[in-house]
């Protein structure tokens, strides 16, 4: 299903989208590496989910465990550094590019009766403003393992 999911999203605006991360990620040459996964997940966002590096690592029990080639293992400093230089640039328009397309997307939904094609779009495009505006400290998995990660987040947080 998110095989579907992917084709049309890449169909009706997804494609120009995916283009835009790839443009910023090569304007940003030496953080390419890091936002290679955004723009991967920019082109396919279903089946996907994102989840936040310190609750991957309380999922894993090994929070002092740094992965070769990730900045997210970097000081807090340089995460926020970047997360700043992302934003002041290519976050804000990013950003925008997923409210605009997302608007227009469920506009698309409520005018045309393309509920099928246009809502799931749209509820996509306003799940990626977030990774688009702050990439830094995300990591990008399978959905199940977003969700697991997430509940076990929430029990660790709550003490059950």
């Given at each position: 299903m998110s095989l579907l999911g992917n084709i049309i999203w890449l169909i009706t605006g997804g494609l120009f989208i995916g283009l835009g991360y790839l443009i910023f990620a090569i304007l940003f040459f030496p953080l390419l590496p890091f936002l290679w996964p955004l723009v991967k997940y920019s082109f396919a966002p279903f089946g996907k989910g994102v989840v936040r590096r310190s609750d991957l690592n309380k999922y894993k029990k090994r929070e002092d465990e740094d992965s070769v080639g990730n900045i997210d293992g970097a000081s807090s400093v340089v995460r926020f550094l970047a997360n700043t230089l992302w934003i002041l640039t290519a976050g804000i328009i990013m950003a925008l590019a997923h409210l605009m397309a997302g608007l227009l997307q469920l506009a698309a939904c409520i005018l045309?009766?393309?509920?099928?094609?246009?809502?799931?779009?749209?509820l996509a495009n306003f799940r990626m403003i977030g990774p688009a505006?702050?990439?830094?400290?995300?990591?990008?998995v399978p959905?199940?393992?977003?969700?697991?990660?997430?509940?076990?987040?929430?029990?660790q947080n709550l003490g059950i």
């Open positions: 045309i009766v393309t509920i099928p094609l246009s809502l799931p779009n749209a505006f702050r990439p830094f400290g995300l990591v990008i959905k199940a393992l977003a969700e697991e990660i997430r509940i076990g987040a929430a029990k």
